[in-house]
């Protein structure tokens, strides 16, 4: 009620599909995160997220089938599931590197500086955990490599950041900048 008495009637309705937006936004890529970081390293399974997602995107912007779809993604916000998966990856990865996880995660993974082979190397002092050697093709999903693998890639001075809500900010915001970059050399 106090909604609709400060705002003119033309504008409660543009709040109002504004917020129905946001909410549906909300839900469809809640949908879509859900589990998908089990996806790490196997992009034939992603390729049907990804459909929703533009799907999605197409159904807010009113888009037609064959436009493009990834402005519309970056006027949302949303990171391809691609990297959404890095992202979420990169978040445990965060969680386990400063110690705000169950134990049980926390020994998937070993930090550089603890392994014994490494001991007086430079690289026993970064922010770095060990890739585990493979065997097969399939073990790149496992979150003992594919985890590893999103942490190390990211810049140093993002790592060292131990607040989860600035770096969670900080870490979208590279991913959306590396979309940008891939976008424009597309």
Known sequence: MLLSSTLPSSDLSAHQRRSGDSS???LIMSRIDYCNSVLAGLPQSIAPLQRVQNTAARLVFKL???????????????LPVRWRVQFKLCCLMHSIFHGRCPDYLSNIVRPVDLSRSRAGL????TTNFVMPLLRTKCGESALSHAGPAAWNALPEDMRA???SMLFRKRLKTHFLVLLLTFVDYC
Request: aromatic share 8%; charged share 25%; proline share 0%.
């Open 24 to 26: 549906r936004s909300r």
């Open 122 to 125: 430079r690289s026993s002092s």
């Open 161 to 163: 950041v131990s607040d």
């Open 64 to 78: 037609g089938t064959r436009e493009h779809v990834t402005a519309s993604l970056l006027q949302l916000y949303w």
